[in-house]
């Protein structure tokens, strides 16, 4: 992805992460109780991520999320 090329920074990162959440949450509407869930635990965890980075650490949440959605955790 070299033609593609961006700011390495919080508020960069925030915005992606939140396109990609949206539309996560999008296709998630269809799945019922368990969507929605899995939708809330997402939004958490975005901010819990996101205060993470705000304070300085680089720990990243949001992909064990993702790790565990995917059945990989």
């Known amino acids: 992805m070299q033609g593609l ?16 959440l949206w539309l996560c949450f999008v296709r ?7 969507g929605a869930y899995l939708s809330q635990e997402l939004f958490n965890n975005l901010w819990l ?13 949001l992909a064990r999320v993702h790790a565990r959605a995917a059945g990989v955790v």
Do not use: M, N, P
């Open 5 to 20: 090329q961006h700011e390495k920074d919080t508020s960069t990162w925030f915005l992606r992460s939140t396109l990609h």
């Open 28 to 34: 998630l509407r269809s799945e019922g109780s368990s």
């Open 49 to 61: 991520d996101a205060e993470r980075r705000v304070a300085g650490s680089v720990s990243c949440s």
